[in-house]
């Protein structure tokens, strides 16, 4: 796709390389090699549209003051045929170019032109990239941790895949494991308690109505529960629910079973609901995996002993103490891990071993790129060492590490607790709000910051609300149209004599502002920061409502007129590109 802006900075790196080879060949500056010089886009337009700091570079080389370097390559730069019409030394001696208006025009007609493809560039070509996110532990529903994840995980692997990236999403079902016996254990004393003689008498007092048998024995305050529970289970009312419908199912036979085999069945028949619930919630926000990898397989296909096997080969490992220890600490991590205990069982950081192996490697994914929880900062040095000890170039793993984020309403905090089952889930946070705004407003910060959801923010229509902002926008091009067919008036095809007539403040800075797309689109894939785009179609909504109050379109001259319907089109064309890469609705009337 175009990159207007891109291709404008090579031209100014041409033109000024192109003058100082003139000045070199007058004798003006000696035949020295040309330091590198950037040419960037002044944060100040009065500073030009292009500038390049070649003559501050140049001036220990060239033993010139910077300014007379500076204009000694302006007045040999020939601008005809360019994207410029002027070229001015400024300050110490930056040398700045000026748009002429065919650039203005020539960026509007791309938009027009490449219409869903714009913003498209080719940076990833010929990668492939592994996005993994959520992977919700699936001993319960999802918080509201996990809804952050989902959107920043998705959202990205989107900007990835219009960098050029070849893009696969992927849930990691840790379905074995610690986690996995503690949901057995769980499922069993609840089971237990649900068939002694006080469980059934609570089941017959409630008509066997599962929600009141789970407030009966559990009460949302944490206080005064009907049964005893240890510490470390799981306390939430869905293991109790499970509990429950499965005495409904398939009755109370198994309470004369030794534990472990009420635990097996009972996880048997829970962890499957709890995936597909998963994945159902996951839909309904409007994510779908390409796979769903299951930690199991790593231990049924031999993936976690081959690992074991493959670090023991590589010389980064020993025994102590009857335990399997990996010398993280020799290849950057804070401290040597554990890789088997002295029973004899691996740890978790094993079979996680394995699947990343498995992405890089096995599957031969060229990146991989995890959005984990803010108490994953020690995860990242180890992971990395293991991919090293086990000839995996390190950088092919990119670990985005994600805050939590503070549920608000009314000004107060929600206090979240996912040990007590009081966490608001994803289900519950979404009949609560809009997905575009839950998608939206997860993504209006880089991921590593911290920032209060505002829950009545998120449902209100008004132009505080960032989604309904830039939705509006868009909805306020479609009423132009309508009002213009309304009127009889036809859009004509914009050509670059009427595009010229743009030339007014706000028509200049949202060309120039909609042209940067591509380039933003690449920041964001490579800063694994899709806020960048969100923040970045909020910012192009401004812009536009204050083209419209500023600059009328019907009523003027015709080509006045034509022009500014063009450049209204084009920037419809970017809302809707990027509102459909973020997976929200783009409405034509609000």
């Known amino acids: 796709m175009a990159d207007l802006v891109r291709k404008a900075q090579q031209q100014v790196r041409e033109l000024v390389m192109n003058a100082l080879g003139e000045c070199v060949a007058e004798g003006v500056f000696p035949a020295e090699p040309i330091p590198g010089f950037n040419v960037e886009i002044p944060a100040d337009p009065k500073n030009g549209d292009m500038s390049a700091n070649t003559a501050m570079v140049c001036a220990r080389t060239f033993r010139q003051a910077p300014r007379k370097i500076g204009e000694e390559i302006a007045r040999r730069v020939f601008l005809e045929g360019t994207y410029f019409d002027r070229c001015e030394v400024a300050g110490a001696g930056f040398i700045n170019f000026f748009f002429s208006k065919q650039w203005f025009a020539e960026a509007v007609k791309t938009v027009l032109t490449e219409g869903e493809e714009f913003g498209s560039t080719d940076m990833g070509r010929g990668k492939s990239v592994l996005v993994e996110y959520v992977s919700a532990n699936p001993t319960g529903p999802m918080h509201i941790g996990n809804a952050r994840g989902g959107a920043i995980g998705d959202c990205l692997a989107s900007v990835l895949e219009k960098a050029g990236y070849t893009v696969a999403r992927e849930f990691y079902v840790n379905d074995a494991g610690n986690q996995i016996e503690k949901f057995g254990l769980s499922l069993m004393l609840r089971f237990r308690q649900l068939t002694s003689d006080e469980g059934r008498a609570v089941i017959e007092a409630e008509g066997g109505d599962t929600e009141k048998v789970c407030t009966a024995i559990y009460n949302e305050s944490g206080e005064g529960q009907r049964f005893a529970m240890p510490e ?175 549920l608000v309403r009314g000004g107060e905090k929600y206090k979240l607790s996912k040990r007590s089952g009081k966490a608001i889930t994803l289900s519950t946070l979404l009949d609560e709000i809009p997905i575009d705004a839950a998608r939206f407003f997860f993504n209006l910060r880089e991921p590593n910051s911290q920032f209060d959801f505002d829950l009545e923010l998120a449902i209100s229509q008004s132009s505080d609300n960032p989604v309904y902002y830039v939705q509006y926008a868009h909805a306020r091009i479609c009423s132009v149209l309508r009002r213009l067919a309304e009127e009889g008036i036809e859009i004509k095809p914009a050509d670059t004599d009427t595009l010229c007539c743009l030339g007014e403040p706000d028509e200049i800075e949202l060309i120039k502002y909609i042209s940067t797309l591509p380039q933003v689109i690449n920041e964001s894939a490579k800063a694994c920061d899709p806020a960048r785009i969100t923040r970045y179609v909020w910012e192009l909504a401004t812009k536009y409502h204050r083209f419209y109050t500023n600059c009328r379109i019907m009523g003027e001259e015709e080509n006045v007129m034509q022009a500014r319907i063009a450049l209204s089109l084009a920037v419809k064309q970017v809302i809707a590109n990027i509102l459909g890469m973020l997976k929200i609705d783009c409405p034509e009337k609000m």
Not at 246 to 269: H, W
Not at 305 to 319: F, Q, V, W
Not at 357 to 375: C, E, F, P, Q, S
């Open 232 to 406: 470390e289970v799981y306390l939430g009312t869905d293991i109790i629910a499970h509990a429950k419908n499965y005495i409904d199912e398939f009755g109370t036979d198994l309470a004369d079973k030794p534990d472990d085999e009420v635990k097996k069945a009972l996880v048997a028949y829970a962890l499957p609901k709890n995936i597909d619930g998963l994945e159902r919630d996951l839909k309904k926000y409007r994510i779908v995996y390409d796979k769903w990898f299951r930690e199991s397989e790593l231990h049924r296909n031999g993936a976690v002993a081959d690992i074991i096997g493959r670090l023991k080969e590589s010389g980064y490992t020993y025994e102590q103490d009857g335990a399997l220890w990996f010398r993280s600490s020799e290849l950057g991590d804070e401290k040597d891990r554990v890789l088997i205990r002295d029973n004899g069982i691996p740890t978790y950081f094993v079979p996680d071993i394995a699947y990343h192996y498995n992405k890089l490697v096995t599957r031969g994914y060229d990146i991989a790129i995890d959005i984990l929880g803010a108490d994953h900062h020690g995860y990242i040095p180890r992971m990395k060492a293991a991919m090293q000890a086990l000839g995996v170039d390190p950088k092919r793993l990119n670990m985005v590490i994600m805050q939590m984020v503070n």
